[in-house]
């Protein structure tokens, strides 16, 4: 495009005009230009594109993390041995969170179970004593059981149950009355349920009127709940102390141990000179 600048003439001979850049460091000499690219070459150039990529992979990889820990799985570690044989001091656990509904974090609502519990499954739970604690134990209660204890024999339904996966220690601690009053609520008051267990009617009233570790109920579980207790049968902080877990308190069921040491010994770097090969990736039943 062209400019006719003042003066100018038509195309018949007139004098034309164009339009030149102005150039801003007209007036610098050559040895002044020069200096001026020495300078500007010797500045450092600070090239951050790696860092930003590196940001973007971090924050996409902890988003991936922290939804397979929501919805999928979830680590634990076994402080205590209310589950021995079943699980050890010392293991370390993947929980699958998605087979009874995974919680949706800060809503308070669950996905879709894949199955309901059965009874016989190892869960982990939030204690209801209190929330910030997780519990593991075997579930032998579901909604509707009719649940007693006889010398140490559990019995649903009227009918004694064989747990292989039983073992008996030495009690650390010996439970009192008030530890059970809580049952009391729950007990099945009836001449049939009084005299369908092993031992008679006298054996049933003594277990319902002076309930202690062995010998409890029967009891009912209601609508939403469950009733477990641990594998470790004379050591386990369980429901016959404080009650029933409801349903909503469920967090998953365990996978395998994925690691697992002895945590008893007296070695400062135990976690690695007293790794437990044979249970890394043993499944729990």
Known sequence: MELMGNGAHGDDGGMRQEARPVEPYAHLTDAQRAAALRRLNARPRVRLGWLWEWAKVFTIA?????VVRAFFVEAYKIPTG???RTLLVGDFLLVNKLLYGAEVPFTGRRLPAVRAPHR????VFQWPEDLSKNFVKRLVGLPGDTLAMRDGVLIVNRRPLRERYVTRT????????????????YLVRTAEARGGGPGGPAASLEAADHPSRNNWGP?????????VLGDNRDNSLDS????FVPDTLLRGRPLFVYYSYAPDTTHALAWITDIRWRRLGQRIR
């Open 170 to 185: 030495e009690p650390d601690v010996d439970p009192t009355y008030e530890d059970f009053r809580w049952q009391r609520d």
């Open 120 to 123: 016989g499954d190892v869960v």
């Open 82 to 84: 209310s589950m021995e």
């Open 240 to 243: 016959r102390y404080w009650g």
């Open 219 to 227: 009891l009912i579980v209601p609508a939403a709940s469950y009733f």
């Open 62 to 66: 902890v988003g991936l993390f922290l």
